[in-house]
């Protein structure tokens, strides 16, 4: 069973409008959680990386979540663009190399 | 500053080929990870290495596989004997020494016939 786990895993929006993406993890120990934005065809890019004590953490439209009680993320884009479209994958750091990755969630935004 | 290199893009094999995977990390990093993503699946830990040394290969498979990071040159995932299950888009990132933040190349997609 994956370690991380994301939802939805794919989603359709219209240009302009927003989006939440969420991700349930179990890893443990736990060390920081990061997003990724992966283009078709490219390695993934980070967006945020954030520690234990962090809540919240934003980068420019996007906008990321943590709540380390119940061991959930969630990443939110605000109006949203064509090139918003890829897979936005939630990693779980274990320790200072070691990454869990989810299986991603596939947006594509709609004209 | 070029980011994370890797080569070739894209590699077709017949089954009991060799495969070589090339990543040329960032410059002044000198740490180099390698990740297996399988259709429909997150990227899967495979191994970490620095300079001349393998720190860590607890995700890459006992047999077939070997990975090095010789003091010059690049990084060189080697798969022998290729078979139908080891075709997959295999990701190299990099890091400097100190800093977590992993930077990752475009993947080299490998196809094995």
């Known amino acids: 069973k994956n370690q991380v786990e994301q939802s939805p895993q794919s989603l359709i929006i219209l240009e302009g409008k927003n989006c939440t993406l969420q991700?349930?993890?179990?890893?443990?120990?736990?060390?920081?959680l990061r997003w990724y934005k992966q283009d078709t065809g490219r390695g993934p890019v980070s967006l945020t990386i954030?520690?234990?004590?962090?809540n919240t953490k934003s980068n420019g439209r996007y906008t990321a979540t943590l709540d380390a009680d119940t061991k959930q993320s969630s990443l939110h884009i605000t109006a949203s663009q064509l090139s918003d479209s890829a897979s936005y994958i939630c990693?779980?750091?274990?320790?200072?190399?070691?990454?869990?990755f989810g299986a991603g969630t596939t947006v594509t935004v709609r004209a | 500053n070029a980011g994370v290199m890797q080569n070739p893009r894209h590699l077709v094999r017949r089954r009991g080929q060799e495969a070589r995977l090339r990543c040329s990390p960032m410059k002044g990093h000198s740490h180099v990870y390698w990740y297996r993503q399988l259709p429909e699946e997150g990227l899967k830990f495979m191994v970490y290495l620095q300079k001349e040394n393998i720190i860590d290969e607890s995700g890459m498979p006992k047999e077939r596989f070997s990975a090095e990071f010789p003091k010059e040159g690049p990084s060189i995932l080697r798969i022998q004997q290729v078979v139908r299950g080891d075709s997959a888009a295999y990701f190299c990132?990099?890091?400097?020494?100190?800093?977590?933040?992993?930077?990752f190349g475009p993947g080299t997609r490998l196809l094995v016939l």
């Open positions: 990693v779980v750091s274990v320790n200072d190399y070691k990454l869990s």
């Open positions: 991700c349930n993890y179990t890893v443990s120990p736990f060390s920081n």
């Open positions: 954030m520690t234990f004590s962090e």
């Open positions: 990132a990099s890091s400097p020494p100190g800093m977590e933040t992993q930077y």
